[in-house]
């Protein structure tokens, strides 16, 4: 494995991998559960303006236990404009499950108007699973300064809305539709039932409904209201033979009649109740279920991600039975419960979702919650048990100008609604972190809502590919470079070649070789680099002549398919208050996003010469106009570079009995041909190299020294029109993180801290990892303006809980 230039994380990262992974190594060579990797991308924010940066960490985890994960190493995260195209892709390379990157949201980037934009990520081991286990998280991109923009989409709010809780609902809503979801699946002829109904508009949004269900005489026999979101639950008992139907009215006066599901004369009922902490399953049937399966067995499984976690056997001789289900026994996040009757027939499924009581205390804080503009502010992290034992976690902390808004109203994504449950249910869930806010008291009985509504993904992990499948897509532990070696007229492979790989950028070369094999294929797999890098390719034979060409496969991994309907930006008041702030401040001190600067065209571009791909050299001859002339190019070399003997072709310097190296235009050369074709009329440079550089360069190659040869951009390419045996490209490694912005006192630089000093995001580290005590500790600089400022921590333990936590401060003069 070559490592050219690689991030350079905390060594923290290697103890808290060996920690997390001790038990999931084990059961990897004793199981056979699926190597699923599931992504979280942790942004700075969710709201961004035209020519801002957008930051991310990447938290890549087993998808059974939240552990993270080493598997892949490379993670491919792509920004999707409205109209879905790919306008940037990033390949980020994850170490320990970890990685880091950022997109400039620039008009040279392809951000060029606002819109809903989503980022999503995944690995080439992750399209086994098709779309399943790509991560997806949709971002707004404002213009602060469109104000006829602005102005429109602000009419519409005050002139059309009318804002529940955390809804807007237009007063000229007509269409809606609402589902219902009998718990367990079915109504059930004389048994009480629980049902769940879901309310949207026509756009997927949630409207909030109130009802009344009526039997077919037309008496009212329940009543039901939206408690959140436009969802809820109602208690029903289907008498025998009769139909029910509901009358629905939205809170704007739309009214809608829906038929409820008809109720099955035989069978059973599913129901889950949690009471004072306790989780109570409840097994419900009627009479005739009863009288034909007389002590009849019945099997309750708990499984999730396609794991069983917890399994019994009961015995009806009643209508109903109840049992507590073990928490101790089972994850924590969704579980489904199945009942199968005697005949291993699935009669009835709920969903649950299990919250623990886990031994951990995340504290976030700051050293004041009042600060003065430009001043230092430290943030402490603690991460430890209830007594006091450190706990090993990785964290990403962003730090943002709340922008005029007094209320964090951000019930968007987070690490814990994801692999707690966004990933395992299906469909998009409105407001996610609305169920992971731990101040709020209704949080969970409004999941069990979702549950009851949205349904699980049980279909995706019925369907993972077992142990024995074949497997279309590997892990890719790094970059691969492979092609055939076939012959120059035909398609016969040579077989045996001698292939050399050659990468080289400013600060680094490396050399690789291999054989081809019986088809004339060869392949250099699990190269680590970063950046733009120079690659070349030589083929030869045994005997160092070159015979033949090379045909590269593609090194670039081709994207998956778009799947994105544009959507408008959902505009409310408070989007409104932080644009205009946005625009106030970004005004006030003269910063403008560069997408809306004037075009900057170049009319002479400065004509720069290539610069040596191996340092700097022994000896190094510019040809200008008093080169002499010269006979052919081996005279030439002879009169350019001191301390060389010529004797016809061959060319040495005094200290070497045998022949140099030649590099030309930086393919290394193994045909002497190829430069008895060269003329002095067409070079450019001529560098020597040699000594113990010319050997640490090109191993045994150089071990007579180098002489590297660079010809005029517009000189005819006599030699390399016929090089097929040699390929030369610049090629992309991983993606470099560019460092977050800080304003230093010591080194001041007036355009980039005249931009710092309004920035929205104030600061953001993706690598925060307390230390063997459970502290750590960040500090930086506050902007100029006196404002309200979040701060969000987002992360995962070594034993795989998802930590969200925030803090507020002001900064004020």
Same mark, same amino acid.
């Given at each position: 494995?070559?490592?050219?230039?690689?991030?350079?994380?905390?060594?923290?990262?290697?103890?808290?991998?060996?920690?997390?992974?001790?038990?999931? *190594?084990?059961?990897?060579?004793?199981?056979?559960?699926?190597?699923?990797?599931?992504?979280?991308?942790?942004?700075?924010?969710?709201?961004?303006? *035209?020519?801002?940066?957008?930051?991310?960490?990447?938290?890549?985890?087993?998808?059974? /236990?939240?552990?993270?994960?080493?598997?892949?190493?490379? *993670?491919?995260?792509?920004?999707?404009?409205?109209?879905?195209?790919? +306008?940037?892709?990033?390949?980020?390379?994850?170490?320990?499950?970890?990685?880091?990157?950022?997109?400039? =949201?620039?008009?040279?980037?392809?951000?060029?108007?606002?819109?809903?934009?989503?980022?999503?990520?995944?690995?080439?081991? !992750?399209?086994?699973?098709?779309?399943?286990?790509?991560?997806?998280?949709?971002?707004?991109?404002?213009?602060?300064?469109?104000?006829?923009?602005?102005?429109? !989409?602000?009419?519409?709010?005050?002139?059309?809305? +009318?804002?529940?809780?955390?809804?807007?609902?237009?007063?000229?809503?007509?269409?809606?539709?609402?589902?219902?979801?009998?718990?367990?699946?079915?109504?059930?002829?004389?048994?009480?039932?629980?049902?769940?109904?879901?309310?949207?508009?026509?756009?997927?949004?949630?409207?909030?409904?109130?009802?009344?269900?009526?039997?077919?005489?037309?008496? @009212?026999?329940?009543?039901? #209201?939206?408690?959140?979101?436009?969802?809820?639950?109602?208690?029903?008992?289907?008498?025998?033979?009769?139909?029910?139907?509901?009358?629905?009215?939205?809170?704007?006066?739309?009214?809608?009649?829906?038929?409820?599901?008809?109720?099955?004369?035989?069978?059973?009922?599913?129901?889950?109740?949690?009471?004072?902490?306790?989780?109570?399953?409840?097994?419900?049937?009627?009479?005739?279920?009863?009288?034909?399966? =007389?002590?009849?067995?019945?099997?309750?499984?708990?499984?999730?991600?396609?794991?069983?976690?917890?399994?019994?056997?009961?015995?009806?001789?009643?209508?109903?039975?109840?049992?507590?289900?073990?928490?101790?026994?089972?994850?924590?996040?969704?579980?489904?419960?199945?009942?199968?009757?005697?005949?291993?027939?699935?009669?009835?499924?709920?969903?649950?979702?299990?919250?623990?009581?886990?031994?951990?205390?995340?504290?976030?804080?700051?050293?004041?919650?009042?600060?003065?503009?430009?001043?230092?502010?430290?943030?402490?992290?603690?991460?430890? @048990?209830?007594?006091?034992?450190?706990?090993?976690?990785?964290?990403?902390?962003?730090?943002?100008?709340?922008?005029?808004?007094?209320?964090?109203?951000?019930?968007?994504?987070?690490? @814990?609604?994801?692999?707690?449950?966004?990933?395992?249910?299906?469909?998009?869930?409105?407001?996610?972190?609305?169920?992971?806010?731990?101040? !709020?008291?209704?949080?969970?009985?409004?999941?069990?809502?979702?549950?009851?509504?949205?349904?699980?993904?049980?279909?995706?992990?019925?369907?993972?590919?077992?142990?024995?499948?074949?497997?279309?897509?590997?892990?890719?532990?790094?970059?691969?470079?492979?092609?055939?070696?076939?012959?120059?007229?035909?398609?016969?492979?040579?077989?045996?070649?001698?292939?050399?790989?050659?990468?080289?950028?400013?600060?680094?070369?490396?050399?690789?070789?291999?054989?081809?094999?019986?088809?004339?294929?060869?392949?250099?797999?699990?190269?680590?680099?970063?950046?733009?890098?120079?690659?070349?390719?030589?083929?030869?034979?045994?005997?160092?002549?070159?015979?033949?060409?090379?045909?590269?496969?593609?090194?670039?991994?081709?994207?998956?398919?778009?799947?994105?309907?544009?959507?408008?930006?959902?505009?409310?008041?408070? #989007?409104?208050? +932080?644009?205009?702030?946005? !625009?106030?401040?970004?005004?006030?001190?003269?910063?403008?996003?560069?997408?809306?600067? /004037?075009?900057?065209?170049?009319?002479?571009?400065?004509?720069?010469?290539?610069?040596?791909?191996?340092?700097?050299?022994?000896?190094?001859?510019?040809?200008?106009?008093?080169?002499?002339?010269?006979?052919?190019?081996?005279?030439?070399?002879?009169?350019?570079?001191?301390?060389?003997?010529?004797?016809?072709?061959?060319?040495?310097?005094?200290?070497?009995?045998?022949?140099?190296?030649?590099?030309?235009?930086?393919?290394?050369?193994?045909?002497?041909?190829?430069?008895?074709?060269?003329?002095?009329?067409?070079?450019?440079?001529?560098?020597?190299?040699?000594?113990?550089?010319?050997?640490?360069?090109?191993?045994?190659?150089? /071990?007579?020294?180098?002489?590297?040869?660079?010809?005029?951009?517009?000189?005819?390419?006599?030699?390399?029109?016929? =090089?097929?045996?040699?390929?030369?490209?610049?090629?992309?490694?991983?993606?470099?993180?560019?460092?977050?912005?800080?304003?230093?006192?010591?080194?001041?630089?007036?355009?980039?801290?005249?931009?710092?000093?309004?920035?929205?995001?104030?600061?953001?580290?993706?690598?925060?990892?307390?230390?063997?005590?459970? /502290?750590?500790?960040?500090?930086?600089?506050?902007?100029?303006?006196?404002?309200?400022?979040?701060?969000?921590?987002?992360?995962?333990?070594?034993?795989?809980?998802?930590?969200?936590?925030?803090?507020?401060?002001?900064?004020?003069?």
């Amino acid at each position: 494995m070559v490592k050219v230039l690689l991030s350079n994380k905390n060594c923290f990262l290697v103890c808290l991998f060996w920690f997390a992974s001790l038990v999931f *190594l084990k059961a990897q060579t004793t199981s056979k559960i699926p190597a699923v990797e599931k992504i979280y991308l942790h942004t700075d924010r969710s709201t961004y303006f *035209l020519g801002e940066d957008l930051w991310y960490k990447a938290y890549d985890v087993y998808a059974y /236990n939240n552990k993270l994960y080493d598997n892949s190493n490379i *993670l491919y995260v792509e920004l999707i404009s409205p109209e879905a195209k790919i +306008v940037a892709r990033n390949k980020t390379n994850l170490e320990l499950g970890l990685g880091a990157g950022d997109f400039q =949201l620039i008009d040279s980037l392809g951000v060029k108007t606002p819109g809903i934009y989503q980022i999503r990520a995944y690995t080439n081991w !992750n399209r086994n699973y098709n779309d399943d286990f790509v991560f997806k998280k949709e971002i707004e991109i404002i213009d602060a300064f469109d104000d006829d923009f602005i102005k429109n !989409n602000l009419s519409k709010i005050t002139s059309n809305s +009318v804002v529940v809780g955390k809804t807007a609902q237009t007063s000229d809503q007509q269409t809606f539709s609402v589902d219902f979801f009998p718990e367990g699946g079915s109504l059930l002829e004389n048994v009480g039932s629980i049902v769940g109904f879901k309310a949207q508009d026509s756009n997927g949004k949630p409207v909030e409904v109130k009802g009344e269900v009526f039997d077919a005489n037309n008496e @009212s026999v329940s009543f039901f #209201m939206s408690a959140h979101d436009g969802m809820g639950k109602f208690p029903i008992l289907p008498i025998e033979g009769k139909q029910y139907y509901a009358k629905i009215k939205t809170l704007a006066g739309a009214e809608l009649r829906v038929d409820l599901p008809s109720a099955l004369k035989q069978g059973y009922v599913l129901n889950f109740k949690s009471l004072k902490g306790r989780n109570i399953v409840t097994i419900n049937t009627n009479e005739a279920t009863l009288g034909q399966n =007389l002590n009849a067995e019945v099997i309750i499984i708990c499984t999730s991600r396609g794991l069983s976690y917890f399994e019994t056997t009961q015995k009806l001789t009643a209508t109903s039975f109840s049992f507590e289900l073990p928490k101790d026994k089972i994850p924590e996040g969704i579980n489904q419960l199945t009942l199968y009757d005697s005949n291993l027939k699935p009669q009835s499924e709920r969903l649950v979702f299990i919250e623990k009581d886990q031994d951990l205390e995340v504290i976030l804080t700051a050293d004041k919650s009042i600060y003065k503009p430009k001043e230092k502010t430290t943030l402490n992290v603690v991460s430890k @048990s209830k007594a006091g034992v450190s706990k090993s976690a990785s964290f990403s902390l962003s730090v943002t100008d709340m922008n005029g808004l007094t209320e964090d109203k951000d019930y968007g994504m987070s690490i @814990s609604s994801y692999f707690l449950m966004e990933s395992d249910i299906r469909g998009k869930v409105h407001n996610p972190g609305y169920y992971f806010d731990s101040s !709020n008291l209704k949080r969970l009985d409004h999941l069990d809502n979702l549950l009851l509504t949205q349904g699980w993904r049980d279909f995706l992990w019925k369907k993972l590919p077992k142990a024995n499948d074949s497997i279309t897509y590997k892990v890719e532990k790094g970059f691969t470079i492979s092609g055939r070696v076939k012959q120059l007229l035909g398609e016969k492979a040579k077989v045996n070649s001698n292939v050399t790989l050659s990468l080289m950028n400013k600060k680094h070369m490396n050399f690789f070789g291999a054989k081809t094999d019986s088809i004339g294929g060869f392949k250099f797999e699990n190269l680590m680099f970063s950046g733009k890098i120079n690659m070349f390719l030589n083929a030869s034979n045994d005997k160092g002549k070159v015979k033949g060409e090379i045909v590269l496969d593609s090194i670039e991994k081709k994207p998956m398919l778009v799947s994105f309907e544009e959507e408008p930006i959902n505009w409310t008041q408070d #989007m409104f208050t +932080v644009t205009k702030n946005v !625009n106030k401040k970004f005004t006030a001190f003269g910063v403008k996003p560069e997408n809306i600067l /004037n075009e900057v065209k170049i009319v002479a571009p400065k004509k720069k010469r290539a610069s040596s791909l191996y340092g700097i050299p022994d000896f190094s001859y510019v040809v200008d106009e008093k080169a002499p002339l010269a006979g052919d190019i081996y005279n030439f070399i002879q009169y350019a570079i001191p301390g060389v003997v010529v004797d016809g072709s061959s060319v040495r310097f005094m200290r070497y009995t045998e022949p140099v190296h030649y590099i030309l235009n930086g393919f290394p050369i193994y045909n002497q041909s190829d430069i008895d074709l060269l003329q002095p009329i067409d070079i450019e440079r001529i560098e020597a190299i040699k000594g113990g550089a010319s050997a640490a360069l090109y191993g045994s190659d150089g /071990n007579n020294g180098v002489i590297a040869i660079y010809t005029k951009p517009n000189a005819p390419k006599r030699s390399e029109n016929n =090089l097929f045996n040699t390929l030369k490209n610049e090629i992309d490694g991983f993606y470099m993180t560019r460092v977050f912005y800080m304003p230093d006192p010591q080194k001041p630089n007036v355009e980039l801290d005249n931009k710092a000093a309004v920035r929205n995001t104030i600061y953001w580290n993706p690598y925060v990892h307390p230390d063997t005590t459970g /502290n750590a500790h960040v500090s930086f600089d506050n902007t100029d303006f006196e404002t309200k400022v979040k701060v969000d921590l987002e992360g995962i333990t070594a034993t795989g809980i998802p930590v969200v936590k925030n803090t507020y401060y002001t900064i004020k003069k």
